[in-house]
């Protein structure tokens, strides 16, 4: 996954209802998902990553855990207190709600492709699909 932007939203966490806490979740991550590093398969949040095994680009579904890790990567999450704000862990509401979101405004990828492509001097290259909000490949460079 991406590196956190330089400069992270703050959340604070308690201070408004769930509803308002996942559009500033959701703010968040669409800003951190530029290029995509998580996309729309039907209607789960996936990543690209590779198989251990094979080296092979797939498929991973996000799940809770791991969203719970990426949403702590791109925002500053805190909780007011006498004391001052303290950092908190992105609560596991927001995560849920976040996985659960079925307007979720992330690029739709339908496949990972591995072709090659020939340029005009036969050599080979790869060409990546751009990534709009319509529908997507990835494709990587095979050998």
Do not use: H
């Amino acid at each position: 996954m991406e590196a956190a932007p330089a400069t992270r939203p703050v959340i604070e966490v308690g201070a408004q209802g769930l509803a308002e806490t996942m559009d500033q979740a959701w703010a968040a991550l669409l800003a951190a998902n530029s290029p995509p590093v998580i996309y729309r398969q039907g209607d789960v949040l996936v990543r690209v990553a590779k198989d251990s095994k094979t080296g092979a680009l797939c498929l991973r579904v996000m799940p809770p855990d791991r969203m719970r890790l990426y949403l702590a990567r791109i925002a500053e999450w805190i909780k007011p207190t006498r004391g001052g704000p303290k950092p908190e862990y992105p609560p596991t509401a927001v995560v849920d709600a976040v996985l659960a979101d079925d307007d979720a405004e992330l690029p739709l990828l339908r496949r990972i492709v591995s072709v090659p492509s020939s340029t005009r001097t036969a050599a080979c290259s790869m060409r990546r699909a751009t990534t709009s909000r319509a529908a997507s490949s990835i494709c990587r460079r095979l050998g």
